[in-house]
């Protein structure tokens, strides 16, 4: 068994922050880290890869039950770090009901009106992602869930110590005032001697399944560089903010996963136009109950992208969610490697 500190909050809270203090802190106790999240696509990634943290992505299948959980949790750490966001979305709310021990994070201005404050963000952030949709009546209809266990609150931003807290000068107080799981981890990676150049922000389990890895973090030019200049026996394109990036040049028959495929194609994004008609608490029953890939929402709907065998949002409108075309394996989604090896996309030995 191991310990594992669950960090939950709506955006903006320090989560990331936090959780990076905490890897920090626990590895100068002499511990082996692990910093788990929920499938976000590439948001953080990039900055969990930039300070040299383990990092693995959480899919949603896992949320169903401790046990489906614990499946996608890697062997070979003391403690593990899950950062979970239950923002505006039902999506992030499945993964919370497994714990009995949630650390919820609040910046310190906002303690006082906290659930008025979220309610405001979640439509904030709606409008935002889904201009011209109606709010669903139900937007806090999962708020109950979420606070329904022991909810340690973890105050930020704060200007003195004020129990568990991070303060302004980015400072964690009270460690052992956070609130602990225990978790018995089953994943096992294989392993692959290929030679791996990587750019861009991927899924970092590749690096224990590729540990001969090169990676050149957002410097795409070099990266080119060097791919034209040698042959790898698997180049991973990670994704970055620039959708208009295109990477010409690409020499033939390299072979590659792709999680940008706007650096080689002319894509549409997604977009939605209906009305979300089932509600939040369909969403999150689908999710909990029903087997992985069910569509958690008619087609044009909000969180139809969501209609894949891998349940990973897609970004672009093309129907696949994974093709191969040449040497290139496309992702139209976070898509882990684990489950690329399973379908016969990406090969290891």
């Known amino acids: 068994m191991a310990d594992l500190y669950v960090l939950a909050s709506i955006p903006n809270q320090g989560k990331t922050t936090t959780a990076l203090l905490l890897e920090k802190k626990l590895k ?46 890697p062997k070979g750490y003391d403690s593990y770090i899950l950062e979970l966001s239950y923002g505006f979305s039902p999506v992030g709310i499945p993964y919370i009901t497994l714990f009995d021990h949630v650390n919820e994070l609040i910046s310190t201005d906002l303690v006082d009106n906290w659930k008025q404050h979220a309610e405001q963000r979640f439509r904030t952030c709606w409008g935002m992602h889904h201009p011209g949709i109606p709010v669903p009546p139900d937007i806090m209809s999962l708020w109950d869930i979420v606070h329904d266990r022991d909810t340690r609150r973890v ?27 225990q978790v018995k981890p089953k994943m096992e990676f294989p392993t692959s001697n290929k030679k791996v150049v990587s750019v861009g922000a991927f899924p970092a389990e590749y690096w224990d399944i590729f540990p001969n890895h090169r990676w050149f973090g957002m410097e795409y030019t070099g990266f080119m560089d060097t791919v034209r200049k040698n042959k790898y026996d698997l180049v991973i394109i990670g994704s970055c903010g620039a959708g208009e990036l295109k990477l010409k040049n690409f020499p033939d028959r390299t072979p590659a996963i792709c999680y940008q495929p706007s650096v080689f194609l002319d894509l549409e994004y997604r977009k939605t136009i209906n009305p979300l008609t089932g509600g939040f608490r369909s969403i999150y029953d689908t999710i909990k109950t029903k087997k992985p890939g ?26 696949e969610v994974v093709w191969k075309s040449g040497s290139v394996v496309y992702c139209n989604g976070w898509v882990l490697p684990q489950y690329l090896i399973r379908d016969g996309f990406l090969e290891v030995n």
């Open 28 to 73: 100068s106790e002499g511990k082996r880290v692990a910093c788990l999240q929920m499938n976000k696509d590439n948001k953080d990634v990039y900055r969990y890869l930039s300070e040299g943290c383990y990092h693995y992505t959480i899919p949603f299948e896992a949320s169903q039950t401790r046990e489906a959980f614990e499946r996608w949790v």
């Open 155 to 181: 105050i930020t931003k704060t200007a003195e110590p004020k129990g568990p807290s991070v303060d302004q000068g980015m400072i964690l107080h009270n460690v052992e005032q956070l609130a602990v799981e």
């Open 294 to 319: 069910t569509p958690l929402a008619p087609d044009g709907e909000p969180f139809s992208g969501y209609n894949n065998p891998y349940w990973v949002y897609r970004l672009y409108e093309k129907p």
